[in-house]
């Protein structure tokens, strides 16, 4: 079965530097998550989009920014990288806006910045 | 504010042992909850899910039970093994918080054979 593609799966930045991550969210999915997990940490909520509009919105930086585009896949744009925006990207899909639709989860991107 | 608690931080068991996993979470106005687990560096992988109108779900050894009433959830191994070592994450969907999942910090489990 096809699951949630995330691109690049590594990345390494400067810092003030930018960098763009994809998602590719399961075929029929119209809603797309994205999630940053520091090292030892949680999984936390940075922002969602359904059906190409922002859903919903979470801890999620100024400099960064995202967008859902008509083939339903999604950007997340860092700009200004930081040393403390090293963490693991998740992108998530699901088929509904989150009630009773499960999230399915990507590979994540491991973004370093030195 | 939604909190997701789950005790206890790490585990040690020899195989074979059945263990529970505990997961709390403060307000009881939840939609779902999904138990996940995650390798070391690698990503999340959807174990079973919750539905708010339910109150367990089986899946092979492992099974997950929900009592919203008291912001309980429970994963149940059977007879562990080393390949289950991992780390175990709780999340919940809460209405106020739209469609966003709520993670616990997670419970790291070590099977050794």
């Known amino acids: 079965a096809a699951g949630v593609i995330q691109s690049p799966r590594h990345l390494i930045k400067e810092k003030r530097e930018t960098a763009t991550l994809k998602c590719y969210p399961i075929?029929?999915?119209?809603?797309v998550y994205w999630y940053q997990q520091g090292p030892g940490q949680d999984p936390q909520f940075l922002i969602s989009f359904y059906e190409k509009m922002q859903s919903d919105k979470g801890s999620i930086p100024d400099r960064f920014s995202a967008q859902q585009f008509s083939d339903y896949h999604s950007e997340l744009n860092m700009s200004s990288l930081e040393l403390g925006d090293s963490a693991l990207y998740f992108c998530a899909s699901s088929s509904a806006p989150g009630l009773l639709d499960e999230q399915f989860f990507g590979p994540g991107t491991r973004l370093t910045v030195l | 504010k939604q909190e997701v608690t789950q005790i206890p931080a790490a585990l040690s068991v020899p195989e074979g042992e059945n263990l529970v996993l505990n997961c709390s979470f403060t307000d009881s106005a939840i939609y779902n909850l999904q138990w996940f687990r995650q390798d070391p560096g690698k990503g999340l992988t959807s174990l079973l899910l919750i539905q708010s109108s339910q109150r367990e779900q089986t899946s092979g050894r492992l099974n997950a039970s929900l009592d919203k009433s008291s912001g309980r959830s429970t994963l149940y191994i059977a007879a562990s093994q080393p390949g289950d070592s991992a780390t175990y994450l709780c999340?919940?969907?809460?209405?106020?918080?739209?469609?966003?999942?709520?993670f616990g910090k997670g419970t790291t489990l070590s099977v050794s054979s």
């Open positions: 999340a919940v969907y809460v209405d106020q918080a739209g469609t966003a999942l709520i």
């Open positions: 075929p029929r999915h119209d809603t």
